[in-house]
């Protein structure tokens, strides 16, 4: 399963949004063996850069227990109480269409 989440740090709060998002991610890392992929991007330009998770799961289990853990529900109720982002974040699943991955 992949997923593209692109979330909309407020004005001068994406370096905070990608602290958040790089310690979930070392957490995921650790903990979640069903998810694949977690990796996030920075918009190049703009005061408030959007920002893009790139991510994909074993299965819905593993999906679901990504989106039901702690940590997960802990850095959404951060993001709220801190007032981190402009925009809710936006959820894209996505199939592959073409193109290549690694020429590795």
Known sequence: IDIIAIITPAPGKADRVVELLNETAAWVKENEPGTLKYHLQRET?????????????????ALGAHGSSAKFK???????????????MKVI?????GGFASRL
Do not use: H, R, V
């Open 45 to 61: 330009s703009g005061e408030s850069p959007q920002l893009i998770m790139i991510e994909t799961y074993k299965d819905k289990a």
């Open 74 to 88: 802990a850095l959404g109720a951060t993001m709220k109480s801190e007032s981190l982002t402009s925009a809710p």
């Open 93 to 97: 699943f996505t199939n592959e269409a």
